[in-house]
């Protein structure tokens, strides 16, 4: 009879074993294989444009283009207007600031500083024409630039330092003719070069991904799945989901993977667990940068040298500049690990005016707020650029120079190489206090990686964050993390406690063993 | 005078033996966890961590049963008589070659010190390992966050109490594997629950009797 129970408990506990490790649930293949049959399905377009007589017409202005796509798209010109692409700002809520109009208008930032003042050169990716210094492009519809989004060409280029204005050579008709919906090129020719170069600013977003292999993207490899930006930036009205952190601060109109992936869509249970606490990126893009460098620090007090009264240049054996006489010196790294930040989808920036209250430490542009308190909280890989910049240490305020100009004289500091005629300069154009003293401090920004994920074989593996030394997750401490963390006095005790009792064995062993041969020499004798 | 008894029934041995056998896995795969050393990989030894812990739920589960239904669990019944005379064989009395204080029969298997130490086993050290134990699977998990009163704010009470309960489960096991060469021989305590049997001295005929009808 217990002979019969505990074999029944064995056959219980094998059976238990073969569920606990054959049950694997399979939300993910199938959710993966639906996503894997409805993007390859090629768009077809409603209308084709090059059947239309008002643009086969000789256009001797991009604006006549303009006029024409409005003519019948006769909603679209109020949407583009209302949009952020347009408006350079937005009304955001910042807690602990109200509401705010916050943009490329009036947030700063630690690589070319803000916009004000220079508007002329940082049009080349605005998507309307005509911007002067006074960003006075903002109320003419006829502006907009419907084909920097739009071409389908891939021939379509903004001209440097004219406002927005398109390189003048192009074939209008052409480009008109063939519009459609945005691609990676079209969105790409400005968000992947944001900072005036290749990667420099996200670090996630380089010329690589205009066609990118599945090692850089699994996404938009060109030879897969070959998604384009829009796909995941779905639009509604000309307004793009998914936004940057560099500028928003709400925690609205977001791209998540949760919204294609589900947020639990791994086999493994315990890897669904963890998608409470860990944003998906944050295992799935290990390394960003690929191949292609990104800026990581940016000097600008060392700016303004000149060889022989010329500004000069310097490069690494990649290519990328590692000093500039307009810019100062500069740090770049590819395929590098990101920092972790908690962050529940809401920023604090540093906007023009804000005085610094502590010009000990470096000053955040944009906090990431969360905790590992706060439910709404993940933990997200972030690039942080890391900057010394100008500031006035009188007034504590950050400078916004003026950079630009296409004459000498007029203070701009890429042309004349004087700090305090630029601060002053820079300063009056965007209407800040300054007291004519100028010094450096440093700052950093925070940009959320969210592209370049990697194939699922090279994410991030459980012991590289669930380890003692050189955790990924070593300067999160405000949890605690299996594998991670301990208490040492916990541990000391714990193994004293061991060492005792193998000690206190020996000791007591001993006494026997002599006491054992005490006897048998007693019997003897 | 002794006669060889059936002091460990068939199950009893092999919830001993299965108990002891997980138990010294939980311990080397949950160090692992604790970041000790690396030898499954942290996340196989995880895997292998929490099966392991559910086999030993289950087993516990059908060893109350047994303990209650047998009537067994009165073995466990701390008490104080003859407690410190133990603790005096244990620290002289072994020395000089004196006797057990303690005989060991069907009906009293433990002597005072195992009841005590046994009893702190079951009624707190691994009550405190499967409790702690079980909220760390389950941290936060079940409920998301969703329901505030099921909500754990952290895992480190959890973690840390498991920890030094753990420790306290490995510093038994080794003086437990020491102490059981303190039998009539160095073996004879470890061939009994290997084989059910051990030589009694045989003065109580009618536990002799009891122990037939059991049989």
Known sequence: MKKIIGSLGVLVLVIVVAIGTLTTHNVSENTLDKLREKYPEKHIPSVDHSKFPQLQKKFSSPREVTAECIACHNKSAEQVMHSNHWNWEREEYIEGRGIVSIGKKNAMNNFCIGTQGNEKSCAKCHIGYGMDEKGLSFTDANNIDCLVCHDNTETYAKASNQGGAPVMTLDFNKIAENVGPPKRTNCGVCHFFGGGGDNVKHGDLSSLMFYPTNEIDVHMDADGVDLQCVDCHTTEQHTIAGKMYSLSSMNHNRAFCEDCHTSTPHSKEILNEHTLKVACQTCHIPIYAKEKSTKMFWDWSKAGKLKNGEPYSEEDSLGNHTYLSIKGSFVWERDIKPEYQWFNGTASHYLEGDIISDTTKPLVMNQLNGSYSDSESKIIPVKVHRAIQPYDPINKILIQPKLYSDNKGEGAFWVDFDWETASTEGMKDAGLPFSGKVDFIETEMNWPINHQVSTSKSSVQCAECHTRENSRLAQLNDFYMPGRDYSKVIDLIGIWNIILALFGILIHGTFRFIAAKKLKNGVNE | ?215
Request: charged fraction near 20%; charge should be neutral; hydrophobic fraction near 45%.
């Open chain 2, 1 to 215: 005078m002794t006669k060889k008894v059936y002091v460990y029934r068939s199950f009893e041995r092999f919830w001993h033996w299965l108990q002891a056998i997980l138990i010294i896995f939980l311990a080397f795969s949950g160090f692992e966890i604790h970041g000790l050393y690396k030898f499954f990989g942290f996340e196989e030894a995880v895997l292998y961590h929490n099966i392991a812990a559910y086999l030993f739920i289950i087993l516990i589960v059908f060893a109350i049963f047994w303990h209650f239904t047998t009537g067994e669990w009165r073995q466990y019944i701390p008490t104080y008589k003859n407690l410190s005379k133990q603790m005096q064989y244990y620290l002289w009395g072994m020395f000089k070659n004196e006797p057990h204080p303690t005989k060991k029969t069907v009906l009293r298997k433990l002597n005072p010190m195992q009841k005590l130490t046994y009893f702190g086993l079951k009624v707190l050290v691994i009550p405190v390992m499967v409790t702690s134990g079980l909220l760390y699977m389950l941290f936060r998990y079940p409920q998301g966050n969703e329901i505030q009163y099921l909500n754990i704010a952290s895992l480190e009470i959890i973690a840390l109490v498991h920890t030094i309960a753990a420790f306290f489960l490995i510093s038994f096991v080794i003086v437990h594997l020491y102490l059981i060469t303190t039998g009539e021989t160095l073996t004879s305590n470890l061939k009994a629950m290997l084989t059910g049997y051990e030589e009694l001295e045989d003065d109580d005929e009618s536990e002799t009797k009891k122990l037939e009808e059991n049989k």
